[in-house]
């Protein structure tokens, strides 16, 4: 009776919405590695082509955001508190706010970067899309949470992936400081302005990670109410 019920409201409620939009959201940010390799390469019309598809994906999460949030206004009921299923959709939207963002950055400058870097920039970049990966996988997880009714094993599942989560956000911070380092011992060789846009670049990489954290911990408050 009760997985009827959920299955039901799995219906009825946004939350089949918010794994949508999640989905759009890391589409955009999976981009990321493939545009910085275009960057990298200096082929600039690869990486326009790429940064499109990256603000196409930003477009449609952003629309799919409205959604989540009408549903949410329409009176359905929900065996969670709206106000954590609207943190959780908006810090989901952040993730692909961002990758537009940082798309945006190096390929409105046409940011050329020191090789010395190329490899620890991609593996930084790949690390913070792993984070985002993983807050995906776990978003994917919903439906069973609801159909499961919260039971201790679905939530123990959950606290599993989203401390996985914590672990990749964890590495990312290692891998951040080490590039923040090797920048450092080269920044006298670099123009201001490149130094100051190359941090802010390693700064927004970043943000994506924290995110796809910000994103495993709101699930978590929102399953254990």
């Not at 949508?20 to 200096?42: D, I």
């Not at 908006?90 to 537009?100: G, H, M, S, V, W």
């Not at 939530?155 to 989560?165: K, P, Y």
């Amino acid at each position: 009776m009760f997985k009827s019920s959920a299955l039901q409201i799995v219906a009825k409620s946004p939350f089949k919405l918010l794994q949508k939009h999640m989905r759009k959201a890391y589409k955009s940010v999976s981009l990321l590695e493939k545009f910085l390799q275009a960057g990298l390469a200096e082929d600039w019309v690869e990486a326009k082509s790429i940064f499109q598809q990256i603000s196409r994906y930003e477009s449609r999460a952003d629309s799919l955001k409205m959604e989540v949030c009408n549903n949410l206004h329409q009176g359905v009921f929900l065996p969670v508190s709206k106000g954590q299923v609207l943190s959780l959709v908006t810090y989901q939207d952040e993730l692909a706010n961002i990758a537009e963002d940082l798309a945006g950055l190096i390929y409105g400058r046409k940011m050329l970067f020191n090789s010395t870097l190329h490899a620890d920039m991609l593996a930084y970049m790949q690390s913070a899309i792993h984070a985002c990966a993983q807050a995906e996988k776990t978003i994917a997880e919903l439906s069973q949470i609801l159909e499961s009714g919260f039971s201790g094993a679905m939530q123990g599942l959950t606290e599993s992936m989203i401390s996985e989560l914590d672990h990749l956000e964890s590495q990312n911070d290692k891998l951040q400081i080490e590039l923040r380092r090797k920048i450092f011992a080269i920044e006298a060789d670099l123009p201001a302005l490149d130094a100051m846009f190359l941090y802010a670049v390693i700064e927004k990489i970043g943000h994506l990670a924290d995110g796809a954290q910000k994103v495993g911990m709101q699930l978590l408050m929102l399953v254990s109410r």
